[in-house]
């Protein structure tokens, strides 16, 4: 073991403590009756002998959601092998396990990734035995990678980002990192910048490729828009905007936007829309019941899509307190609101509205997806807003002005067509590492 992944495992073993708190108020979320150490220590069943076993690992939901059409492809194009999910969160946990069950496919199974102890991390690459270990975006864990490495598993990268934020932090481990990057055998980059921080911090250029972004291929399934639709349907001819991914502080700033689209105004050209609804969805489910809380406070009580309860023609606020269900939501929708940028997160996922059709609106903090609302403002279809006082003024002139939503709609669904492939091209790199039988 080289000095620098031994600090690190060493450093590890010092926080052992405050990871156990984290871990069990991420266990208080599931319904496992497993211990945390059973389910984060890499004891998992042993893949039979004779059994091939794929494995592919996203931090949480989000990136379970993103890749979704990778996991569908894999499942086709090698149907003699087993793939095995792996998530850090339970919410992660749970949308793997959706997923898992709305397949009906006993060949997609859900576990925890271990934490990143030596003996943990050898322990699970042992047990499972994976053909191929499958690395979403940042997930850079030296241990699990060297015990892949070990193991003799081909490891891959995939949709690799590593935003300025993100390579600032890793190079400060340089040592550690190139030594983790070491154990890649193929990194697919979702962009020329990306692939340039992975060279910078020691992956070896022959070894990376820019494949684009797997986000602009996204999944939607018939059951998803058959929803959407009867939810539209349902909620007739008024305004509706969502508010998707929010987070703690963010709510605040929107419900007040929307209580001020909502209420009349002695501007001339602001045309407020008292019946507008906003459907909230916050990232997190265990902040629903302080968001419900937070609309209460407001003067607009949610009606909670958890509980059944639906927004009847007084109700200002529909709260989405439910999982994986974000693009059916927006699918309903008139305009679209992209959570984690007016607070300092970094924004999310701008291209599920788009490839839907949506007006996207956005706050300022776009660090996260730099790349992709650079493209969308040369497409002319994103709308940036800097506070609430800005998002209600532009809800209200969107309302006001279908010609001017319907071509933000196209501009932004365009923009997907024309940079898809990623999967495609994630496909044929994989191929070099696992061929087809």
Avoid at 97 to 123: I, T
Avoid at 140 to 149: E, T
Avoid at 348 to 372: D, K, M
């Amino acid at each position: 073991m080289g000095w620098p992944r031994v600090l690190y495992s060493a450093a590890l073993l010092v926080l052992a403590p405050l990871i156990w708190r984290r871990i069990r108020r991420e266990h208080a979320l599931t319904d496992s009756r497993q211990t945390p150490r059973e389910l984060r220590l890499g004891r998992i069943p042993e893949t039979p002998p004779g059994e091939r076993m794929l494995w592919l690992h996203c931090a949480s939901v989000g990136e379970v959601l993103a890749a979704r059409p990778l996991i569908e492809a894999l499942l086709e194009r090698y149907p003699e092998y087993r793939l095995t999910l792996t998530t850090m969160t339970a919410t992660g946990a749970e949308r793997a396990r959706a997923l898992a069950a709305s397949r009906d496919d006993e060949r997609l199974v859900h576990r925890f990734v271990p934490l990143d102890f030596p003996r943990a991390a050898v322990r699970f690459v042992e047990r499972l035995r994976p053909a191929l270990a499958l690395f979403f975006e940042t997930e850079l864990w030296p241990n699990l990678l060297h015990a892949c490495r070990r193991f003799g598993v081909p490891v891959a990268v995939v949709n690799g980002r590593l935003s300025p934020r993100a390579f600032r932090g890793y190079r400060r481990l340089r040592p550690l990192m190139r030594e983790a990057l070491a154990c890649v055998d193929w990194l697919a980059a979702k962009s020329s910048a990306d692939a340039e921080r992975f060279r910078a911090l020691g992956m070896a250029a022959e070894r990376i490729a820019v494949v684009g972004s797997l986000k602009f291929d996204i999944f939607w399934d018939d059951g998803g828009f058959e929803e959407s639709e009867r939810l539209r349907t349902r909620l007739g001819e008024r305004p509706v905007w969502v508010a998707g991914s929010t987070h703690e502080g963010e709510e605040a700033a929107l419900l007040a936007a929307h209580a001020r689209l909502r209420e009349s105004h002695p501007m001339p050209r602001f045309k407020s829309c008292p019946e507008a609804l906003l459907v909230l969805v916050p990232r997190h489910p265990q902040r629903f019941e302080a968001v419900a809380a937070l609309c209460e406070q407001a003067g607009m009580p949610a009606a909670r899509r958890s509980r059944g309860a639906w927004p009847e023609a007084a109700t200002a606020v529909y709260l989405g307190d439910t999982m994986g269900e974000l693009l059916t939501l927006y699918g309903a929708a008139d305009l679209a609101f992209v959570g984690g940028s007016l607070v300092p997160i970094g924004g999310h996922n701008l291209l599920e509205p788009a490839a839907l059709g949506l007006p996207v609106l956005t706050g300022p903090a776009l660090a996260n997806f730099a790349e992709v609302a650079e493209v969308l403002r040369e497409a002319d279809a994103l709308v940036e807003v800097a506070d609430e006082a800005a998002l209600a003024t532009a809800l209200a002139e969107l309302f006001a002005d279908p010609a001017e939503r319907r071509r933000l709609g196209e501009a932004g669904r365009g923009v997907v067509a024309a940079n898809r492939g990623a999967l495609a091209r994630t496909l044929e790199g994989l191929a070099r590492l696992l061929p087809s039988k």
